[in-house]
C-alpha cells in the first residue's frame, strides 16, 4: 500500500517562506499526478499547486508567482517551495498522489491518495 509523508510545516511570519516535502514510499513504479492542497478555517479544501510526470505544472491564481511546486520522480519526492507567504496561506497542507502504479511482483494501481496532512500557520 502506497503512503505519503509530508514534512516541512510551521510557524512563520508574513513575507517569509517555507518549503514542503511529501514522499511516496512503497513498492511504486510511477505516479501520474503528485500535488498540494490546503484546508483553511472555514474554507473548502482547495488546490494550491500540481506536476505531472512530465513536469507539467498547475497553480491556483493565489499563489501564483509565490509558491513553486517540483518532484523528484526518482524518489516519488514532490515539494512546495513558499515565499512571500500571506496570513491567508495559513491551513493544512495535504499532499496528493493520483494514478500510482505499483507492485513488485503483481502490479496494481491506487487512485487519490493522500497525506496526513502538515500545518502551515503565517502570522501577521
Known amino acids: 500500500q502506497v503512503q505519503l509523508v509530508e514534512s516541512g510545516g510551521g510557524l512563520v511570519q508574513a513575507g517569509g517562506s517555507l518549503r514542503l516535502s511529501c514522499a511516496a514510499s512503497g513498492s511504486i513504479l510511477s505516479i501520474n499526478v503528485m500535488g498540494w492542497y490546503r484546508h483553511a478555517p472555514g474554507k473548502q479544501r482547495e488546490l494550491v499547486a500540481a506536476i505531472t510526470f512530465d513536469g507539467s505544472t498547475n497553480y491556483a491564481d493565489s499563489v501564483k508567482g509565490r509558491f513553486t511546486i517540483s518532484r523528484d520522480t526518482a524518489k516519488h519526492t514532490v515539494y512546495l517551495q513558499m515565499n512571500s507567504l500571506k496570513p491567508e496561506d495559513t491551513g493544512v497542507y495535504y499532499c496528493?498522489?493520483?494514478?500510482?502504479?505499483?507492485?513488485?511482483?503483481?502490479?496494481?494501481?491506487?487512485?487519490?491518495?493522500w497525506g496526513q496532512g502538515t500545518q502551515v500557520t503565517v502570522s501577521s
Open positions: 496528493n498522489a493520483d494514478r500510482i502504479v505499483a507492485g513488485s511482483t503483481v502490479r496494481y494501481v491506487e487512485y487519490d491518495v
